[in-house]
T-cell receptor, first 114, second 114 residues
Framework: ELKVEQNPLFLSMQEGKNYTIYCNYS?????LYWYRQDPGKSLESLFV?????AVKQEGRLMASLDTKARLSTLHITAAVHDLSATYFC??????????????FGTGTRLTIIP | EAQVTQNPRYLITVTGKKLTVTCSQN?????MSWYRQDPGLGLRQIYY???????DKGDVPEGYKVSRKEKRNFPLILESPSPNQTSLYFC?????????????FGAGTRLSVL
């Protein structure tokens, strides 16, 4: 059974600081997704990482995937208040890209303090 | 406007009374899926579908049915709802292209089973 763990579960950080959210998973996979959820809202897709060593960046967020270590990171650079949200990773464990069984981490609630 | 529409947004029902939550997308996406979100458990995938008449079980399919008779619609059916199905439900659709698979989520359906 695939298990996905995110660390930390809660994170408060000051504006302007850098930090990293970790997503560890227990079985082999080479596809991993990151999502954002604002309080009381739906989910928004951020990144899909498709192979070992994949790196994607959008604004102050950068995600990477190390399939050998079964680890993905979401790095936040110079945090701003707008990035306050809950971030989820999800690991795909089926063969077809797009038609995927996804197992999610429990999420990291990020609060950026002015 | 690209949309995934879920109905109803809120529903209170009683144990055993069959219900259907509808999901419709206007983007001609092949892939659709259903998730439930519970405090402390994060998101869990219920079912997913790669096209008309093709559906697969996610991590928590017990007590749910789906159908995909038309490409745009993917209803979630609870034949005999129980209190442990009280949750927040999300539908999503996507169409992978050129190494990207952006999932579009509906606004969510909050279900209470008494």
């Amino acid at each position: 059974e695939l298990k996905v763990e995110q660390n930390p579960l809660f994170l408060s950080m000051q504006e302007g600081k850098n930090y990293t959210i970790y997503c560890n998973y227990s079985t082999t996979s080479d596809r991993l997704y990151w999502y954002r959820q604002d309080p009381g809202k739906s989910l928004e897709s951020l990144f899909v990482l498709l192979s070992n060593g994949a790196v994607k960046q959008e604004g102050r967020l950068m995600a990477s995937l190390d399939t050998k270590a079964r680890l993905s990171t979401l790095h936040i650079t110079a945090a701003v208040h707008d990035l306050s949200a809950t971030y989820f990773c999800a690991v795909a464990h089926s063969f077809n890209f797009g038609n995927e069984k996804l197992t999610f981490g429990t999420g990291t609630r990020l609060t950026i303090i002015p | 406007e690209a949309q995934v529409t879920q109905n109803p947004r809120y529903l209170i029902t009683v144990t055993g009374k069959k219900l259907t939550v509808t999901c419709s997308q206007n983007m001609n996406h092949e892939y659709m899926s259903w998730y439930r979100q519970d405090p402390g458990l994060g998101l869990r995938q219920i079912y997913y579908s790669m096209n008309v008449e093709v559906t697969d079980k996610g991590d928590v399919p017990e007590g749910y049915k789906v159908s995909r008779k038309e490409k745009r619609n993917f209803p979630l059916i609870l034949e005999s709802p129980s209190p442990n199905q009280t949750s927040l439900y999300f539908c999503a659709s996507s169409s992978p292209r050129r190494g990207k698979n952006i999932q579009y989520f509906g606004a969510g359906t909050r279900l209470s089973v008494l």
